[in-house]
Nanobody, 124 residues
Framework: QVQLVESGGGLVQAGGSLRLSCAAS????????MGWFRQAPGKEREFVSA????????YYADSVKGRFSISRDNAKNTVYLQMSSLKPEDTAVYYC?????????????????WGQGTQVTVSS
């Protein structure tokens, strides 16, 4: 069992940057594929980015490609989401997710473990 805790959210102006972190408890973090999702008010949760166990493969939603970067540090049991050129439409609660597996996973139902989320608000 792994527990996930997100941090790094906050209020930022459009065009600004934030880095989200997701710290995982437990052992064998390197066996988990990780993902970031977000949920804006009144909308369904949507996929943002995913990273493989080793960090060698990544995948992004079209809406964030070129602006967001996912990475992980398996020695620190942490995955990151560097967000740049933020837009008001990026405003959402951002969730970290994990599952054991060797692929990239982009579907919410494929993940077994979720954090509580961290709020990101981008003002215009």
């Amino acid at each position: 069992q792994v527990q996930l805790v997100e941090s790094g959210g906050g209020l930022v102006q459009a065009g600004g940057s934030l880095r989200l972190s997701c710290a995982a408890s437990g052992r064998a973090f390197s066996t988990y594929a990780m993902g970031w999702f977000r949920q804006a008010p009144g909308k369904e949760r949507e996929f943002v980015s995913a990273i493989s166990q080793s960090g060698g493969s990544t995948y992004y939603a079209d809406s964030v490609k070129g602006r967001f970067s996912i990475s992980r540090d398996n020695a620190k049991n942490t995955v990151y989401l560097q967000m740049s050129s933020l837009k008001p439409e990026d405003t959402a609660v951002y969730y970290c997710a994990a599952r054991v597996g060797s692929w990239l996973y982009v579907v919410e139902e494929e993940y077994d473990h979720w954090g509580q989320g961290t709020q990101v608000t981008v003002s215009s």
